[in-house]
């Protein structure tokens, strides 16, 4: 008779090898992740990239496309000796190059094993055609060919950004999106849009032996997937007005932003200095130069700078005050060269007195404004300053300033316009109108970026409304945010804006000997209406500020200029600024004193100007 302390045992191990047997089981042939895995090692996975989506401007002309280049691949189990002169000269790299790597690969064949690694990166295509017809020669090297992006228009690379590989940080932010290897769009459009620029990525699947070495295709490739290309986009953007406004900003630092204000399309986008498009396909290999520049190409000031807007600010005071009753248009200040208070005075150049509000515009008188804006502060019907000052804030901020417009380009920057909780802290409660009068002119605590000015100047030529600024138009495949077709209203009555308007158009129209301040921005027969600003400057001469819109009824273009340095806002940004709605509604520049005017605005050179920083 059997020990029962026998028969326990047995049935025990029995009980562990049917739990084991169960696991093996559940691994082998139940779990899916480990079939993958046991796959993976009997096959090689062969990543195909996608086409990247094509963007194009809003005439059909292609801003960004895409060229074909090799990524030179080496599997270092499977290569022989070969010709270390050979190979270098037919890729165009030193000899040195391909032994270190080489070396590099030996090293750490056994964390390679069988697997590709890439020695070189997007090789032009003439290069890698003359490398095939000797690629016999060298066992384990093969090309994978890879979609790199090209140019036919230099339409500014702060505007459509740059494509790179990605690293470490990127990955771990966009986790299970990307590999090592893989690229993806870092600033500008191509970052804004990197969802639908991407494309999906294919795979060829190959078979290895038990050694790891590659017999051939997997079910003849019936089981490779196809890579998805990416999704062309429209922009909004001009392609030919782009250009024309990268060229008249050539040799300056500052900002042009031309839209379109019955839709809020963003016509062109300029930041100056910026990168050009001829470093973007390799941008790795102008990083050093780019980031050393000490102009600092790569910040977009068209929406990353804050600045003060100076006298073009006195347009929002003015429409306020209207709204709020304290203004009238035939009320009259007189300017005494400034608004003189206490001991101290607000400056303002020499014009006549006393001016009405139209003259006021036209000549941009300092102190017609200190007066709007003391009245707006002082208005009876607040029970205190902080309350008047929060409806003035209020007012500010429904005009799109002091905040993130929304608009679909990335890094956008708020600006700032200040409270009444801030001026409390700074004065400890004891502060009155005075002793902010300087927000009556753009200057103080304000600042704006050129993309807000360029809003604001189309939410006057719209009578009181604008669209969020946006870069990207509906298209075949791409539908934009409705928020982008919805009209955002502003505090002030849409009555009220005729009345800044022709003082607008006759800063502008009235003639040089008339004391418009922005006469040379006059064109014949585009009733062009605009606003001069000449902003104070901590680091040199005045910024020269300019916004306009044309025509004057049913407009079809606003543009804000800001050139650093520049003085006031008739010298540069002025003529800047009329130049591109000259060539955006005429398509040409008239002859005589108007190309003279082209000219000189092209051959200005301000950055000996700036201060470095």
């Known amino acids: 008779m059997r020990n029962p302390r026998v028969t326990t045992l047995l049935i025990g191990l029995g009980v562990v090898a049917l739990l084991l047997l169960g696991r093996i089981f559940s691994i082998q042939i139940l779990n899916p992740k480990y079939k993958r895995d046991a796959s993976h090692n009997s096959m ?76 070189l990166k997007q090789v032009p295509v003439e290069t890698y055609y003359r490398f095939s017809e000797k690629i016999y020669k060298f066992p384990g090297f093969r090309g994978q060919a890879r979609s790199v992006r090209e140019y036919p228009i230099n339409a500014g690379g702060n505007l459509l ?53 590659i017999e051939g295709r ?16 429209v922009t909004t953007i001009d392609a030919e007005l782009q250009r024309y406004g990268q060229t008249l900003m050539r040799g300056k630092v500052g900002a042009l932003v031309a839209i379109e204000p019955s839709t809020g399309e963003i016509l062109a986008m300029i930041s100056s200095p910026g990168i050009d498009v001829n470093v973007l396909s390799d941008i790795g290999k102008h990083w050093e130069s780019i980031s050393s520049n000490p102009y600092k190409p790569m910040f977009n000031r068209a929406v990353q700078a804050s600045y003060p807007p100076g006298s073009c600010f006195k347009v929002v005071n003015g429409l306020i005050g209207l709204q709020e009753g304290v203004l009238r248009p035939e009320n009259s200040y007189p300017c005494y060269k400034g608004y003189h208070y206490g001991n101290q005075v607000l400056g ?38 902080e309350e008047a000052f929060t409806a003035w804030h209020d007012y500010v901020e429904s005009f799109g300033f002091g905040r993130k417009l929304g608009s679909d380009f990335p890094a956008e920057l708020g600006g700032n316009i200040p409270t009444a909780k801030r001026y409390d802290k700074m004065y400890k409660g004891r502060w009155n109108a005075l002793t902010v009068i300087s927000l009556s002119i753009g200057q103080g605590e304000i600042g704006v970026t050129p993309l807000h000015l360029a809003n604001f100047c189309a939410t006057v030529a719209n009578r009181g409304y604008y669209y969020i600024p946006h870069v990207i138009k509906d298209s075949e495949d791409i539908s934009i945010d409705p928020k982008y077709h919805e009209r955002q209203y502003t505090m002030v009555d849409t009555t009220q804006f005729k009345k800044v308007i022709r003082g607008m158009w006759r800063a502008v129209n009235s003639g040089a000997g008339s004391g418009g301040t922005a006469s040379v921005a006059h064109v014949p027969g585009l ?82 100007k700036v201060r470095k920083r």
Not at 162 to 188: F, L, N, P, Q
Not at 356 to 383: G, P, Q, R, T
């Open 44 to 119: 090689l996975y062969e990543v195909v990239y996608p086409t990247r989506g094509v963007i194009y401007d809003r005439n059909g002309k292609i801003l960004v496309g895409n060229k074909v280049a090799y990524d030179i691949m080496v599997t270092p189990q499977e290569v022989t000796e070969f010709d270390t002169l050979e190979f270098a000269a037919l890729l165009g790299v030193e000899p040195d190059f391909v032994r270190e790597k080489m070396e590099e690969y030996n090293r750490d064949l056994r964390k390679i094993g069988y697997n590709s690694v890439v020695m």
């Open 161 to 213: 950004g740059y494509v790179s590989e990605v690293d470490a940080d990127y990955i771990k932010k966009h986790e299970g999106e990307y590999k090592s290897g893989d690229y993806a769009g870092r600033t500008g459009i191509e970052s804004a849009r990197e969802k639908d620029l991407r494309g999906e990525k294919g795979y060829n699947i190959y078979i290895k032996n038990s050694r790891g070495k």
């Open 218 to 233: 997997y079910k003849d490739g019936e089981m490779d997937k196809e890579a998805v290309p990416g999704k062309d986009i």
């Open 348 to 385: 303002c150049h020499v014009h006549k007195s006393p001016l009405n509000m139209e003259e006021s515009i036209m000549m941009s008188c300092n102190a017609y404004y200190c007066y709007v804006l003391k009245n707006i502060l002082e208005n009876k019907k607040y029970a205190s300053l």
């Open 527 to 608: 009733n062009i209406c605009g606003k001069t600003g000449t902003a104070q400057n901590p680091r040199g001469d005045d910024n020269s500020v300019f916004m306009c819109f044309a025509p004057m009824d049913h407009p079809k273009i606003a543009v804000a200029a800001y050139v650093e340095n520049g003085g006031f806002g008739a010298a540069w940004a002025a003529p800047i600024a009329s130049l591109m709605v000259e060539k955006y509604l005429n398509g040409e520049i008239a002859q005589g004193e108007r190309k003279d005017l082209e000219a000189r605005m092209r051959g200005g050179n301000l950055l000996y």
